[in-house]
């Protein structure tokens, strides 16, 4: 098979590579046209491509019908043929994949607070034509939005570099934590969803070993949990929560590893990155907006911090009524599948299968409504619902009721 993604005047059509070279009625089979990616199998056919140039000629012929700055069927960004063609339905499109953390991260955001830990430095947008790669946690500050495309996939890991298997606490965990004032954009759709999994599918999808373990990961199945992480998402809408003394606490910290040395503006003794519920930096706000969550699939996450410290598929904390949330699937979690520790968003159209603890659980006075809930419960799992009143912030017995 040749491969060409060459360009030229409509009347004198030839091929060259990304270099330059003319590649001539197929007299230079050999020659690397410099794409992106592309692999053959042991016949030589291609398996997977990427037709991007790694290096972007930019050397113009004259007289083409539509003007480009570029030689060539693509430049380096726009894959074109991507999500409607049977290349791509096939699986011989392949797409990038970009390590997120060793990219888009930085300690220091666009208005230049320095968070002590690595955030996504700058309003930031995921594309359908990427795979993107999460090999520990992102954090979406205040001020900052992330917004995923229709049709994006995510992949994340979890490992220990510090090789402490007791620890979990140290580890690496492939997550999203939108912050209090940070805001996701992610809005699939039916036919094009957007979605959250274990690093173990793409390496099956792939044939490739892309977390570094030596090893090529075989696809999960439904019993597969605690892969990675989850999506979470921090608002300042209210909780309800009490101290010892039963005075009324009007933030929280979410479940999961506090950040070595994170930011802690207030001085509550709270890391600013999972802090939920409002205080002197966060006024209460019930209508707060943390964006927009639609067509969303979630799978194989949960990672298990420590006892009693799991992250759930997604976990909503003190979100407001301003937020989107529908059309949600939280699929083999090893926690709950959807969490809402306080707050007042409401959700439809959730489906939750397969979680080893509950499938939807409310805690810290949720005061939303959900409708069309759809839940398949784990044969050794918790409940299909666990709906909690007012929390005590010591673990004590929860006390209150809920409205159901």
């Keep these: 098979q040749s491969v060409v993604a060459g360009g030229g005047r409509p009347s004198d059509f030839y091929a060259v590579d990304f270099a330059d070279a003319l590649l001539d009625d197929n007299s230079e089979p050999q020659t690397d046209p410099l794409f992106a990616a592309y692999t053959r199998d042991g016949s030589n056919n291609v398996t997977s491509i990427d037709p991007r140039p790694t290096v972007l000629n930019t050397s113009v012929q004259p007289g083409a019908p539509v003007a480009a700055a570029y030689r060539g069927a693509f430049d380096s960004e726009d894959l074109w043929i991507a999500s409607w063609t049977a290349l791509d339905a096939y699986g011989l499109i392949k797409k990038p994949v970009v390590d997120v953390v060793a990219t888009q991260l930085a300690n220091i955001d666009k208005d230049g607070v320095d968070w002590s830990t690595p955030v996504l430095a700058n309003d930031t947008t995921w594309t359908n034509d990427n795979i993107y790669y999460l090999t520990d946690r992102v954090y979406v500050p205040n001020g900052t939005t992330l917004t995923i495309e229709a049709g994006t996939k995510i992949y994340s890991t979890n490992s220990d570099p510090l090789n402490t298997p007791g620890d979990p606490s140290d580890d690496l965990v492939g997550s999203v934590i939108v912050t209090r004032g940070g805001r996701i954009i992610a809005q699939g759709t039916c036919d094009a969803p957007i979605i959250f999994d274990a690093v173990e599918n793409l390496e099956a999808e792939y044939g490739e070993d892309i977390d570094g373990d030596s090893v090529v990961a075989t696809a999960l199945t439904p019993t597969d949990t605690a892969k990675w992480g989850g999506l979470i998402v921090l608002g300042n809408a209210s909780i309800s929560l009490v101290n010892t003394s039963a005075q009324p606490v009007r933030n929280d910290v979410i479940e999961g590893t506090t950040p070595v040395g994170s930011r802690n503006a207030d001085g509550d003794a709270f890391s600013d990155l999972l802090e939920y519920g409002y205080d002197s930096l966060h006024a209460q706000d019930d209508a707060d907006d943390s964006g927009i969550l639609q067509y969303i699939s979630i799978r194989h996450g949960g990672f298990n911090l420590s006892a009693n410290n799991e992250i759930n598929g997604l976990t909503l904390g003190g979100v407001g009524t301003g937020t989107v949330i529908d059309h949600i ?76």
């Design 329 to 404: 699937e939280v699929f083999a979690n090893e926690d709950d599948g959807i969490e809402f520790f306080g707050g007042t968003v409401d959700a439809s159209h959730l489906s939750v299968a397969f979680c080893k603890d509950d499938g939807i659980d409310i805690d810290q006075g949720y005061n939303g409504d959900l409708q069309f809930v759809f839940v398949i419960q784990n044969n050794n799992g918790d409940n299909c619902g666990e709906w909690d009143g007012i929390d005590t912030n010591d673990g004590a017995a929860k006390v209150g009721n809920t409205a159901a």
